[in-house]
Every structure is written in C-alpha cells, then in structure tokens.
C-alpha cells in the first residue's frame, strides 16, 4: 500500500474518532492524499463533489424524507389501530402490533430512527403498561425501526444504489421479501416470549364492534395506498423513484392538511426545515463521498484487498463470513449511510468476484447494518427506543439480545440465500 492511501485511512480514521463530522472528515482525508502524491491538482474534489451532487437519483432522498415526516400527521396512528385490529388475539398481540406497524410506517417514512420514534412513542408505554419487560419492548421497536432500512421505499437503499449505480426500482423490490420476513420472524419471537411467560394483555383494551372493524380498515387504506402508488409506479415504468417521491410528498401533504386535517401552517414549516437539514447533512456526506470513491478507483484499492484476503484463504465462505463480520463490527460505531459510502466502493468488486450479483450484496448489506444499529456503542435506533420509552440502554439488556440474535441470523439467511433478494426483480423487474 502506497505512503498516500496510509495517510488517507490514518488522517480518516483519526478524524473520526475525534468527531470530526463524518463529511469533513472524508473531504480532509481525500485531500491528504493529493497533497502527498501532489497529482492530481486539490480541485478535484471540489469538482467530484459537484458531480456528485448533481445527481437526478438523489433528489428522491429529501423527497421521501419529508413525505416521512409528513405522514406523522394523521397516518401513523391509523395504521396503529389497523394494525393492532389484525394482530390482537394472538399471543403478544401488541408487540406484534408494534412490529407490522413499524413495517407498515418503514414503508412510508424510509427512516429508522423516524419509526423507532413514532410507534415507540405510541405503543412502547402501552407494551411496558402490560407487563412487557423492559429489555424486550425496547429491543422490539428499535428493531422494528430497522425495517425502514430494508422495507421499500427505503432512503438508504437510494444511497447504496447511487453507490453502486444500480437501479432503484431494483433495490426496492429485492428488500420486500427479506424485510417481510424479518418481520415475522421478529412476530414469531415476541410471541414464543409471550407464550413462555403467560403474558396476560387487557383483552378490552382490543375489543371492537363489526362496524368499528369496518371504520378502522377504511381509515387506514389511504395512508396504505401511498406505497403502493409510489412502488407500483416505479415498477410500472410510470415514473422514476425520484417522481415517485415527489409524488409520496404531494400524497402525504394532501393526506395530512385536506384529509386528516392535522397539519397546521407553523407544523408544515416546522417538519420542512427538519427535512430540509436532515437531507442537507445526507447530501454532503454524498458529496464528499464521490471523490472518497473515485480515489478508491485509481488507486485500486479494491483490488489490493481482493488481494489481501485471497492470500489469507481462497474459500469464498470465509471471505463472505469476514465481510460480514467488518460490516458488523463497523456498523456498531458507524451511521449506517456513511458505512455504505465508504465501504461499497471496497467491498463490491470483492463480492462480484465471488459471485453476488450488486443487488442481492446490497440487501445483504443493509440487512448486516440493521444489526449494527441495534448493538451498542453507536445503536442508533436501540438508544431511541429507549430515550422514548424513558429508560437507560444498559435496562434493555439481556432481553434484547434475543431480538439482536433473531436479526442477525435473518441477514445471514439473505447472505445466503440470493434468491431472497434476487426473486422479485428477476419477475417483475
């Protein structure tokens, strides 16, 4: 390895751990480079980081960010009573309530942390007010937040496939299955635990009338109906992902001002400026990411640890279970969005190579990183659960390494098992 990709990875690494923002640190590391091999001229990266921002694909990030923000406003709770109508009478009926609906809101908001927040907020005290125990409820919403990293439209998705410059529509329709089942197989623990402990739930808290049946079912069909539009005009070759989400925020904003009726003048400027830094933020990372990713290229640092790991062992298992392990190990202290920047263009070739095609490597990698976003330190969506259910992280513990357990081995699954991810586009796409 040459003196400038050490003093890139070093001047990187050092940045990070200080807490340097993640996009500062990237540009400064970039530039270390330059200056030491003193070619090319330092204006690259501002003309990589101009190209980078330019990108048509981009623009659907912001879009479905504040199409998720919006959808708080008389949605969200809609598809919690719809939710909790289908899955009452079975054993742990509400914390399987509490996982189809963060399913049902990963599929509108495209945020994990947005649906930690939103359905911890509404159904955690309620699980807690039960008897759920404290490790388990916490564990069960921050890993139902998860799902909006792999459950279409998914922003992170939209990141991976700028990265990887593969198709959007793709990346959409190889997430549903892994995150449906994801899902019931979180369901399936809750309900083992529930069985286990006789979990006894307040049966008339869950009663409802024939016609309240009737008038739940009809109240949530419009906030389900915006997936829908949104995926069936991607696949349908209607619009691009980035029309589909402008079109998601035209859905949500006329849902929650004309229909539901929620969304005040001071909240709509409120949850835009929100959006508005959220995605800025995002972007630059992006922006700086693009020269990080052309540097990766020319100086062929792929290759070199292709080369690397082909002389440690030649079993395309091994190689799979190390780069399963660095993603996990470096989704515990990293935000999901930056380990995708930083690592697609070093580990992509490595697993074209052995065979896995960009879209099914890239669910398996999103489902790796919903591991990481659950383990501590970073646990990003874990410490929100818990801030909004009012407890310390350290109190979710032991319980929650079940649910860790349980996620972890469905990303193994998707890693190997490529017809997972690969079905559905292979048919429809």
């Given at each position: 390895m040459?003196?400038?990709?050490?003093?890139?990875?070093?001047?990187?690494?050092?940045?990070?751990?200080?807490?340097?923002?993640?996009?500062?640190?990237?540009?400064?590391?970039?530039?270390?480079?330059?200056?030491?091999?003193?070619?090319?001229?330092?204006?690259?990266?501002?003309?990589?980081m101009?190209?980078?921002?330019?990108?048509?694909?981009?623009?659907?990030?912001?879009?479905?960010?504040?199409?998720?923000?919006?959808?708080?406003?008389?949605?969200?709770?809609?598809?919690?009573?719809?939710?909790?109508?289908?899955?009452?009478?079975?054993?742990g009926?509400?914390?399987?309530?509490?996982?189809?609906?963060c399913?049902?809101?990963?599929?509108?908001?495209?945020?994990?942390?947005?649906?930690?927040?939103?359905?911890?907020?509404?159904?955690?005290?309620?699980?807690?007010?039960?008897?759920?125990?404290?490790?388990?409820?916490?564990?069960?919403?921050?890993?139902?937040?998860t799902?909006?990293?792999?459950?279409?439209?998914?922003?992170?998705?939209?990141?991976?496939?700028q990265?990887?410059?593969?198709?959007?529509?793709?990346?959409?329709?190889?997430?549903?299955?892994?995150?449906?089942?994801?899902?019931a197989?979180?369901?399936?623990?809750?309900?083992f635990?529930?069985?286990?402990?006789?979990?006894k739930?307040?049966?008339?808290?869950?009663?409802?009338?024939?016609?309240?049946?009737?008038?739940?079912?009809?109240?949530?069909?419009?906030?389900?109906?915006?997936?829908?539009?949104?995926?069936g005009?991607?696949?349908?070759?209607?619009?691009t992902?980035?029309?589909?989400?402008?079109?998601?925020?035209?859905?949500?904003?006329?849902?929650?001002?004309?229909?539901?009726?929620?969304?005040?003048f001071?909240?709509?400027?409120?949850?835009?400026a929100?959006?508005?830094?959220?995605?800025?933020?995002?972007?630059?990372?992006?922006?700086c990411?693009?020269?990080?990713?052309?540097i990766?290229?020319?100086?062929?640092?792929?290759?070199?640890?292709?080369?690397?790991?082909?002389?440690?062992?030649?079993?395309?298992?091994?190689?799979?279970?190390?780069?399963?392990?660095?993603?996990?190990?470096?989704?515990?202290f990293?935000?999901?969005?930056?380990?995708?920047?930083?690592?697609?263009?070093?580990?992509?070739?490595?697993?074209?190579?052995?065979?896995?095609?960009?879209?099914?490597?890239g669910?398996?990698?999103?489902?790796?990183?919903?591991?990481?976003?659950?383990?501590?330190?970073?646990?990003?969506?874990?410490?929100?659960?818990?801030?909004?259910?009012?407890?310390?992280?350290?109190?979710?513990?032991p319980?929650?390494l079940?649910?860790?357990?349980?996620?972890?081995?469905?990303?193994?699954?998707?890693?190997?098992?490529?017809a997972?991810?690969?079905?559905?586009?292979?048919?429809?796409?």
């Open positions: 040459s003196t400038g990709l050490i003093c890139l990875f070093a001047v990187l690494a050092v940045c990070l751990v200080i807490g340097v923002p993640v996009a500062f640190s990237i540009g400064i590391s970039c530039m270390s480079l330059l200056l030491i091999n003193g070619n090319p001229p330092l204006e690259i990266v501002l003309q990589r101009a190209s980078g921002a330019r990108s048509f694909n981009m623009l659907a990030m912001p879009m479905f960010i504040f199409a998720g923000s919006l959808m708080m406003y008389g949605s969200t709770p809609r598809l919690m009573k719809f939710a909790n109508m289908l899955l009452r009478r079975i054993p009926g509400l914390g399987a309530t509490a996982m189809a609906a399913g049902f809101f990963g599929a509108v908001s495209g945020s994990g942390v947005a649906s930690a927040a939103a359905i911890g907020k509404i159904i955690g005290p309620e699980m807690l007010e039960q008897g759920y125990p404290k490790g388990l409820t916490a564990g069960l919403i921050a890993s139902g937040g799902m909006a990293c792999i459950i279409p439209p998914s922003i992170v998705m939209v990141v991976y496939a990265s990887a410059s593969v198709s959007i529509g793709d990346m959409f329709l190889a997430g549903v299955l892994p995150g449906l089942l994801t899902i197989a979180l369901i399936g623990l809750n309900c635990f529930a069985a286990r402990r006789q979990q739930e307040s049966k008339e808290v869950y009663h409802y009338t024939a016609k309240e049946r009737i008038q739940i079912t009809i109240d949530a069909l419009l906030p389900m109906l915006m997936p829908v539009c949104v995926l005009g991607v696949f349908s070759g209607i619009c992902a980035t029309e589909a989400a402008v079109v998601a925020v035209i859905y949500s904003f006329i849902l929650a001002v004309f229909v539901y009726k929620e969304l005040t001071k909240d709509f400027f409120r949850v835009a929100d959006s508005v830094v959220t995605s800025g933020v995002i972007l630059l990372i992006m922006s990411a693009t020269p990080f990713g052309w990766m290229s020319t100086q062929k640092v792929p290759t070199l640890f292709a080369n690397w790991l082909l002389a440690l062992t030649d079993s395309k298992i091994l190689i799979l279970l190390f780069m399963f392990l660095l993603l996990l190990f470096l989704g515990t990293m935000e999901t969005i930056c380990i995708i920047i930083l690592i697609t263009p070093i580990l992509l070739p490595i697993a074209t190579s052995l065979g896995l095609g960009p879209v099914h490597f669910v398996a990698m999103l489902m790796n990183l919903m591991v990481g976003s659950l383990t501590p330190p970073l646990s990003v969506n874990l410490f929100t659960s818990c801030r909004v259910l009012g407890m310390r992280v350290d109190e979710a513990f319980d929650t079940y649910v860790i357990g349980t996620v972890t081995v469905m990303a193994l699954l998707t890693l190997a098992l490529p997972l991810s690969e079905f559905l586009p292979a048919v429809l796409g």
